[in-house]
């Protein structure tokens, strides 16, 4: 080790995978446990939770830490945490896991385990506290309140022991647990680094925010969200193939890094702009790009409230540094990228586009400006456009 990095949130880098030997005994106890069968946003956090990618949380939370969260964005002790974690069950599951003290998890039924929770609680949740806390609306059409309303009753909290990993067959060349983010980030010898959250394909304006930021740090960390996102989201695997192609023709090899983040979309706006950034602090980075209305959807949120809950916490309880971005577009007076912050010439010099007018030029078959998308990743789109419909 070359180059120190952050810290994880609460000093130490959880990680909740057991050795083989201890996996072997695990599991020939499990197979008297009760069964639980994880959805896939569960199973997402269970796979961040086994890799240190939620620290210091070391398993699903507890009703504590379920009102502190909601009520504070802080966990009991005093760390900042904006998002519970947790694994609900239905009433019928519940009566199954009976007064068993451990449950074996699985990721389908019929599945070998791949994880047991020591029970230490089951409680009840109150759905209306967490929409508010969490998505700050109750309306059912929020896709995160919608599956909140979906999930079990009851959740089962308690330390975990993950006897492996769940297996992905996809990008598995860009699947780093934040071990091996650190680990990638010592060997290139980048101490600074800034880390972007995407679910979208990365048109100029996102490459420009990117380079913007880079230009500050040592290195890049591109961490696109494949976990579980809304139906109508570009599929994950489009969106990998417009990275490449824009990492192949755009970006500098030794100063920019691809890995994914296998984090579920909860649409909680500022509640997971704050819980994005702690995750990637524990992926290493020291800084962390908050454009506008991250991680919102539909007029939920407003257009600057991911950025403006940042000031509710004291820079150095987060540690991750924040860099706020405005939007950005190609100016044709200015010759270049800019932002309202750099560009003094109005809308008629500014080559923008609405996200409505992007889709239907790409279901047209029509390359947008390659003064908006490089010609790369508007033909990716365009060919699976054409594939879907
Ligand atoms: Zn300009």
């Known amino acids: 080790m070359t180059t120190e990095t952050i810290a994880p949130h609460g000093g130490t ?9 201890e996996a072997e005994r695990i599991a020939a106890e499990a197979a008297s446990y009760p069964q639980v069968v994880v959805n896939h946003r569960e199973l997402s956090d269970l796979e961040m939770l086994a890799t240190g990618a939620l620290s210091p949380l070391t398993g699903f939370q507890g009703e504590k830490d379920y009102h502190s969260i909601l009520e504070t964005m802080h966990l009991p002790n005093g760390l900042p945490w904006t998002i519970p974690v947790t694994l609900s069950v239905t009433e019928d599951e519940l009566v199954a896991v009976g007064s068993a003290d451990a449950v074996a998890l699985l990721s389908h039924a019929g599945a070998a385990p791949l994880a047991i929770l020591e029970l230490q609680e089951v409680f009840r949740r109150d759905r209306e506290k967490e929409a508010l806390g969490v998505f700050l609306t109750e309306d059912r059409e929020h896709p995160g309140v919608q599956a909140l309303h979906g999930a079990g009753d009851h959740c089962l909290a308690g330390e975990l022991k993950v006897l492996r990993l769940p297996q992905h067959h996809d990008f598995v060349k860009y699947r780093r647990t934040p ?3 650190r680990a990638a980030f010592a ?6 680094v800034v880390g972007f959250q995407t679910r979208n394909p990365i048109h100029r304006a996102h490459e420009y925010i990117q380079k ?9 960390l591109v961490h696109p969200l494949m976990g579980a996102t809304k139906g109508d989201d570009v599929p994950a695997d489009v969106r990998m193939q417009c990275y490449e192609a824009l990492f192949d ?12 983040f296998p984090a579920a979309m909860r649409y909680a706006g500022p509640k997971e702009a704050i819980w994005h950034a702690i995750a990637r602090k524990n992926y290493g980075c020291t800084h962390f790009i908050v454009g506008r209305d991250h991680a919102g959807v539909g007029s939920y949120y407003g257009t600057y409230d991911a950025q403006k809950i940042f000031e509710e916490f004291e820079p150095d309880e987060l540690g991750i540094t924040p860099l706020m971005f405005e939007h950005s ?5 200015c010759e270049g990228m ?3 912050k750099t560009c003094p010439h109005g809308e008629e010099d500014r080559v923008s586009l609405s996200g409505t007018k992007v889709r239907e030029m790409l279901r047209a078959g029509q390359k947008p400006p390659q003064e908006f998308s490089r010609p790369e990743v508007a033909q990716i789109l365009i060919d699976a456009m054409s594939e879907g419909s």
């Open 179 to 181: 071990a091996e983010t």
């Open 13 to 21: 880098l959880v990680n909740l995978v057991v050795s083989p030997a």
């Open 338 to 340: 800019g932002s309202p």
């Open 212 to 220: 913007c930021a880079l230009e500050i740090v040592d290195g890049l």
């Open 187 to 192: 060997e290139r010898g980048w101490s600074r």
């Open 329 to 333: 577009f190609w100016c044709n007076r």
């Open 249 to 260: 023709g755009y970006y500098p090899k030794d100063r920019a890094m691809i890995s994914v």
